[in-house]
């Protein structure tokens, strides 16, 4: 929706045609799980602008539309209304694909029951919702409430920290050793630190092997250790590019299984574009191409697709990887390449890790924080950093992801003239020492 309503704001001659298998289109993903903890009260408090709104703005947005089948040769799309099972032939001019990605779901016993949940969508946000009001309904006996979340990446610990706020006795199951398996290990293990400080019960080292029932309920989460109950269980396992509607289209996909564009996000056949979680772009530091499912991405390669189909010039430059969560009161954020990223991609790297005050020890409200930094050996090029803290600590990712987007030098950035007053910051940031203290290891 981003490039359709980017193409019309640029021209009024287009007849833009949008088709939807659901019933939204422009809402705000990265809000559901602050609707499911009760922070935002409506799920209508998402929702940017509805397919009427859209319809007012000249865009011919059909709901409940589901493309099966696109013809680059002809030069059409096969779309079934889902109302009734009918399809229709739609020709094009412009094809921009914006398929999304798909959670991983495994083929698991037990794993289609009732009460175990993926959370893409909002309307999947809003049966979460209404599952967690039901389990409400029945804590009146006084029996425990308990929630299970399958996975510890970013959606994983946000609706795990939903469920806390929730109220429920909330445990988190991973696979791998630490959660956050994007952050080196000393700093997923302060994430793990912070889980188990907000009360949530963890099992790490322990993959799913099956979903137990009872009358096709889900009643626990069964893994090599054992069993871990529960009314009701989130599915935060991942996402992959959704890009099989492409691939049979004869669009080219590339090794992270996500279409492959161009810096233009113009995909393999000519007059075909493609943004946003289904494609795979370029990591600006390590130069590989990645599939990283973030909004921010989507939107800005949304409108650099919506440029350059309505006749414009506009450029895509790639990615770094920032992200930002949070736990209830702790704070994580990452940009660029972690340690052994950074070693996996050829680098020489050196890394330096301090922990510091978000503000001047004398002020109140100061709190922990740690900042990693890696560099590469010699040059002192910035290649990433990583963020753990409390209120104030984690937004600092972004003066490091603007310094690693631009290939600046640790010892660069640590001289940088960055903002400085007692309610804000030590006089000395914490990301500056540890960018010093970086540029001192990558001297050795």
Same mark, same amino acid.
């Given at each position: 929706?981003?490039?359709?309503?980017?193409?019309?704001?640029?021209?009024?001659?287009?007849?833009?045609?949008c088709?939807?298998?659901?019933?939204?289109?422009?809402?705000?993903?990265?809000?559901?799980?602050?609707?499911?903890?009760?922070l935002?009260?409506?799920?209508?408090?998402?929702?940017?602008? !509805?397919?009427?709104e859209?319809?007012?703005?000249?865009i011919?947005?059909?709901?409940?539309?589901?493309?099966v089948?696109?013809?680059?040769?002809?030069r059409?799309?096969?779309?079934?209304?889902l109302?009734?099972?009918?399809e229709?032939?739609?020709?094009?001019?412009?094809?921009?694909?914006?398929t999304?990605?798909?959670?991983?779901?495994?083929?698991?016993p037990?794993?289609?029951?009732?009460?175990?949940?993926?959370?893409?969508?909002?309307?999947?946000?809003?049966?979460v919702?209404? *599952?967690?009001?039901?389990?409400?309904?029945?804590? &009146?006996?006084?029996?425990?409430?308990? *929630?299970?979340?399958?996975?510890?990446? #970013?959606?994983?610990?946000?609706?795990?920290?939903?469920?806390?706020?929730?109220?429920?006795?909330?445990?988190?199951v991973e696979? *791998?050793?630490?959660?956050?398996?994007?952050?080196?290990?000393d700093?997923?293990?302060?994430?793990?630190?912070?889980?188990?400080?907000?009360?949530?019960?963890?099992?790490?080292?322990?993959?799913?092997?099956?979903?137990?029932t009872?009358?096709?309920?889900?009643?626990?989460?069964?893994?090599?250790?054992?069993?871990?109950?529960?009314?009701?269980?989130?599915?935060?396992?991942?996402?992959?590019p959704?890009?099989?509607?492409?691939?049979?289209?004869?669009?080219?996909?590339?090794?992270?299984?996500?279409?492959?564009?161009?810096?233009?996000?113009?995909t393999?056949?000519?007059?075909?574009?493609?943004?946003?979680d289904?494609?795979?772009?370029?990591?600006r530091?390590?130069?590989?191409?990645?599939?990283?499912?973030?909004g921010?991405?989507?939107?800005?390669?949304?409108?650099v697709?919506?440029?350059? &189909?309505?006749?414009?010039?506009a450029?895509?430059?790639?990615?770094?990887?920032?992200?930002?969560?949070k736990?209830?009161?702790?704070?994580?954020?990452? !940009?660029?390449?972690?340690?052994?990223?950074?070693?996996?991609?050829?680098?020489?790297?050196?890394?330096?890790?301090?922990?510091?005050?978000?503000?001047?020890?004398? #002020?109140?409200?100061?709190?922990?924080?740690?900042?990693?930094?890696? *560099?590469?050996?010699g040059?002192?090029?910035?290649?990433?950093?990583?963020?753990?803290?409390?209120?104030?600590? &984690?937004?600092?990712?972004?003066?490091?992801?603007?310094?690693?987007?631009?290939?600046?030098?640790?010892?660069?950035?640590?001289?940088?003239?960055?903002?400085?007053?007692?309610?804000?910051?030590?006089?000395?940031?914490?990301?500056?020492?540890?960018?010093?203290?970086?540029?001192?290891?990558?001297?050795?």
């Amino acid at each position: 929706m981003s490039a359709a309503a980017l193409a019309r704001r640029r021209r009024d001659d287009l007849e833009i045609v949008c088709f939807e298998r659901g019933d939204f289109t422009s809402y705000a993903a990265c809000g559901i799980p602050y609707y499911v903890a009760g922070l935002v009260p409506s799920a209508d408090d998402l929702v940017a602008r !509805t397919p009427e709104e859209h319809r007012a703005h000249g865009i011919d947005v059909r709901t409940r539309h589901e493309v099966v089948a696109i013809d680059t040769a002809r030069r059409i799309v096969r779309v079934r209304r889902l109302e009734d099972e009918t399809e229709t032939d739609e020709r094009f001019d412009r094809l921009v694909i914006a398929t999304g990605a798909t959670p991983i779901r495994p083929a698991l016993p037990g794993i289609d029951a009732l009460g175990v949940f993926g959370v893409q969508t909002l309307a999947d946000g809003m049966a979460v919702h209404a *599952a967690v009001d039901a389990l409400g309904d029945s804590d &009146a006996v006084g029996a425990r409430r308990r *929630a299970v979340v399958v996975g510890g990446g #970013y959606i994983g610990l946000e609706l795990a920290e939903a469920l806390v706020l929730r109220g429920l006795d909330v445990a988190l199951v991973e696979a *791998a050793a630490q959660p956050m398996s994007t952050l080196d290990p000393d700093m997923g293990a302060l994430v793990a630190d912070a889980l188990g400080n907000v009360g949530i019960e963890l099992h790490l080292d322990e993959p799913v092997e099956a979903f137990e029932t009872d009358g096709g309920h889900v009643r626990g989460v069964l893994t090599p250790a054992g069993l871990v109950p529960a009314d009701l269980v989130i599915l935060g396992l991942g996402v992959r590019p959704n890009a099989t509607l492409a691939s049979d289209a004869g669009i080219a996909i590339g090794a992270t299984h996500g279409i492959v564009t161009d810096d233009h996000m113009a995909t393999s056949i000519a007059g075909v574009y493609a943004a946003g979680d289904c494609v795979e772009t370029h990591h600006r530091v390590s130069g590989r191409p990645v599939a990283i499912a973030l909004g921010t991405h989507a939107n800005k390669q949304g409108r650099v697709a919506a440029i350059n &189909a309505s006749g414009g010039d506009a450029t895509f430059p790639g990615v770094v990887g920032t992200a930002i969560s949070k736990i209830c009161k702790y704070e994580v954020a990452r !940009t660029g390449l972690n340690e052994s990223e950074a070693l996996d991609a050829g680098f020489d790297a050196v890394a330096a890790k301090i922990e510091g005050e978000t503000r001047a020890h004398y #002020y109140p409200g100061s709190t922990p924080i740690h900042v990693k930094v890696v *560099a590469e050996r010699g040059s002192g090029r910035l290649l990433g950093a990583q963020i753990v803290g409390e209120e104030g600590a &984690a937004k600092r990712v972004d003066v490091l992801a603007a310094a690693v987007w631009m290939a600046m030098s640790a010892e660069e950035f640590a001289s940088l003239d960055l903002a400085y007053a007692p309610p804000f910051a030590p006089v000395w940031d914490p990301v500056l020492i540890a960018a010093r203290k970086a540029a001192e290891a990558a001297t050795r």
